[in-house]
């Protein structure tokens, strides 16, 4: 069975630091990219990040590159998302995401992503 369990979220004050984990397992990780994506409330749901296991290369959206971190450890099967200098619309619910590797389309796209986790809160403030 598919799974993603995503972790490491919480509370964290402006200019502050969070990693986030996502481990995957019931599926063979060679053939997936993993994606972060984050939904705040009353706000659609925003592509973060992405990697392709195979090879390792990353995307990130505009909002996030620069302090932002996709990575994975391919012998504990997790993907990894470091996150630096944290602002409060970073505020969301971060969720982890497969998708096959060879399906074509763009990895942002959140309808490309056909397995989920149940997501971790992350809250900036003050």
């Known amino acids: 069975q598919v799974q993603l369990v995503e972790s490491g979220g919480g509370l964290v004050q402006p200019g502050g630091s969070l990693r986030l984990s996502c481990v995957a397992s019931?599926?063979?990780?060679?053939?997936?990219?993993i994606g972060w994506f984050r939904q705040a409330p009353g706000k659609e749901r925003e592509f973060v990040a992405a990697?392709?296991?195979?090879?390792?290369?990353?995307y990130y959206g505009d909002s996030v590159r620069g302090r932002f971190t996709i990575s994975r450890d391919s012998a504990k099967n997790v993907v990894y998302l470091r996150m630096n200098s944290l602002q409060p619309e970073d505020t969301a619910v971060y969720y982890c995401?497969?998708?096959?590797?060879?399906?074509?389309?763009?990895?942002?796209?959140?309808?490309?992503?056909?397995?989920w986790g149940q997501g971790t809160q992350v809250t900036v403030s003050a």
């Open positions: 990697i392709y296991w195979i090879g390792g290369a990353t």
């Open positions: 019931g599926f063979d990780a060679d053939q997936v990219a």
């Open positions: 995401a497969a998708r096959p590797t060879l399906r074509a389309g763009v990895l942002s796209n959140d309808y490309e992503y056909d397995y």
